[in-house]
């Protein structure tokens, strides 16, 4: 099991060093605090991701849209000039 680089042994040893620091009454409140700031980061990234799809289907339809037009404007202007 492998969690952010951080093995067993490692997640083993950085428990027993908060426990003591601490205390059992402040790590479950300490465990909820963290596992809430990891869900909101995880919320923002998913948030970012959808906003950042949204923004490039809507900039590929704008080029789709640009290049469809852009040939029908070149031939109008050349029938303009001729």
Known sequence: ???FGIGLPEMALIFIVALLIFGPKKLPEI???VGKAIRGFQDAS???QNEFQKETVQLEE???TTAELE???IE???KDEG
């Open 1 to 3: 099991m492998n969690v």
């Open 62 to 64: 704008a080029v789709k």
């Open 46 to 48: 998913k948030e970012f």
């Open 31 to 33: 465990g909820r605090s």
């Open 76 to 78: 109008a202007a050349t």
């Open 71 to 73: 040939p029908k404007q």
